[in-house]
């Protein structure tokens, strides 16, 4: 069965420092990979994803993710966080039979 | 744009009470999802339709069923509700092997 860990429920930094949530999946087939956002009273937005191909992937906003097939891992970066970044973001995965499974979130809260 | 329309964006029910979430969506999507989303749980899956009439159970169904009786039309059931299904409840749709788009939320209350 496919599952996705989050590691860090809440992650602090100052605005322009480096923003890195960390996601590592579980999958018996190759994944597919997402990264979501969810801004206050709103539903979940995509941010980038992972399908096959490049395995640096550019999304809005500004974020980049990396799939790393030997770590099992799709961590989110971004190289300057900006205030409006502050936000709760979720990591998913799914195989081919588009059941999609999401970790537990990361609260991503930015200091001026 | 893709659209995911869910009926209500807050719900308060009496326990035991019969409760009926509704999710329509604009795109023709062959995947409907319902989630359930609690904090530090993040969004566990109650259940995942592929198609009319089809349905499969998620992570965690007890104490909800679906119907998905047209392509576009998607509801969750409660059929008898309790306290602890207190949440917010997503759904969300997706075309074959693409990304969910979901629809913004009904945050249920259960008295």
């Known amino acids: 069965a496919q599952s996705v860990t989050q590691l860090g429920s809440h992650v602090s930094v100052s605005e322009g420092a480096l923003v890195l949530l960390r996601c590592n999946y579980s999958s018996s087939v190759p994944p597919y990979l997402f990264w979501y956002v969810q801004y206050p009273n709103q539903g979940l937005q995509l941010l980038l994803k992972?399908?096959?191909?490049?395995?640096l992937v550019k999304g809005i906003n500004g974020f980049e993710a990396e799939f790393k097939k030997s770590e099992t891992s799709f961590h989110l970066t971004k190289p300057s966080a900006h205030m409006s970044d502050a936000a709760e973001y979720f990591c998913a995965v799914s195989d081919r039979t588009d059941k999609l499974i999401f970790g537990t979130g990361t609260r991503l809260q930015v200091f001026p | 744009d893709v659209k995911v329309t869910q009926s209500s964006r807050y719900l308060v029910k009496r326990t035991g009470e019969k409760v009926f979430l509704e999710c329509v969506q604009d795109?023709?999507?062959?995947?409907m999802f319902w989630y359930r989303q609690d904090p530090g749980l993040g969004l566990r899956l109650i259940y995942f339709?592929?198609?009319?009439?089809?349905?499969e159970k998620g992570d965690i169904p007890e104490g909800y069923s679906v119907s998905r009786e047209k392509k576009e039309r998607f509801s969750l059931i409660l059929e008898s509700a309790s306290t602890n299904q207190t949440s917010m409840y997503l759904c969300?749709?997706?075309?074959?092997?693409?990304?969910?788009?979901f629809g913004q939320g009904t945050r249920l209350t259960v008295v």
């Open positions: 969300a749709s997706s075309s074959t092997m693409r990304e969910a788009f």
């Open positions: 992972y399908t096959t191909g490049a395995t």
């Open positions: 339709s592929y198609d009319v009439k089809m349905k």
């Open positions: 795109m023709d999507h062959e995947n």
